[in-house]
């Protein structure tokens, strides 16, 4: 039962442009939401994060928005840059339950020149 | 700088053999984690401990165990190694607080684990 979903598996997003990447979540009682980044031969790296009492957290290039009531986050990456090209997890945790994270299945994101 | 590190970066084990996967952090954090990462399933959580000598089971424990004697240490094995293990197998801590933006996971490089 895959709690946390990311339905692309790939992305291909040209240099400058946006990079939108997507995550669904069917757990009702997660409450704080994570993105990681994985380099091929590295361990993932954290990137942002946003509690369920907000609807919006920006680092720089980076923003995550939450709606909680489709249950959906996104992360949006602006402009996109050949560095970014990665793979990106969604995780999510219920606070209650001490740091543990489930994670989703992860987008591969391809920023062309 | 949180530093993780794993004892391996590749490993080719047989059919049967017992694995030890080691892992070691340097920032006094108190909890640890083991994933494992395969292509469509993401990261998948083995064990976690929030102490030393203390594990919890997290999604698929089945076929492995863990071992947590020092709190920088955290320990995964696999007893009697089968070809369905075969993957990346991450290590993670995190400080232990109550989930926080300071109590972010922090992985180490991964094992790639071969079962022959």
């Known amino acids: 039962d895959q709690q946390v979903k990311q339905n692309s598996p790939s992305l291909s997003v040209q240099e400058g442009r946006i990079s939108i990447l997507n995550c669904d979540y069917t757990?009702?009682?997660?409450?704080?939401f994570l993105w990681y980044k994985k380099y091929p031969a590295e361990g993932p790296t954290f990137l942002i994060s946003i509690s369920s009492i907000k609807d919006k957290n920006e680092d720089g290039r980076f923003t995550v928005f939450l709606n909680k009531s489709a249950k959906h986050l996104s992360l949006h990456i602006v402009p996109s840059q050949p560095g970014d090209s990665a793979v990106y997890f969604c995780?999510?945790?219920?606070?209650?339950?001490?740091?543990?994270?489930?994670f989703g299945t992860g987008t591969r994101l391809q920023v062309t020149l | 700088d949180v530093k993780v590190t794993q004892s391996s970066r590749y490993l080719v084990k047989r059919t049967g053999e017992k694995v030890f996967l080691e892992c070691v952090q340097d920032?006094?954090?108190?909890?640890m984690f083991w994933y494992r990462q395969d292509p469509g399933l993401g990261l998948r959580l083995i064990y976690f401990?929030?102490?030393?000598?203390?594990?919890e089971k997290g999604d698929i424990p089945e076929g492995y165990s863990v071992s947590r004697e020092k709190k920088e240490r955290f320990s995964l094995i696999l007893e009697s190694a089968s070809t369905n293990q075969t993957s990346m197998y991450l290590c993670?801590?995190?400080?232990?607080?109550?989930?926080?933006?300071?109590?972010?996971?922090?992985f180490g490089p991964g094992t790639r684990l071969t079962v022959l």
């Open positions: 993670a801590s995190s400080l232990g607080a109550r989930m926080s933006a300071s109590d972010t996971q922090y």
């Open positions: 995780a999510a945790s219920n606070t209650g339950t001490a740091s543990k994270l489930t």
């Open positions: 920032m006094d954090h108190e909890n």
């Open positions: 757990n009702s009682m997660f409450d704080y």
């Open positions: 401990s929030y102490d030393v000598k203390m594990k």
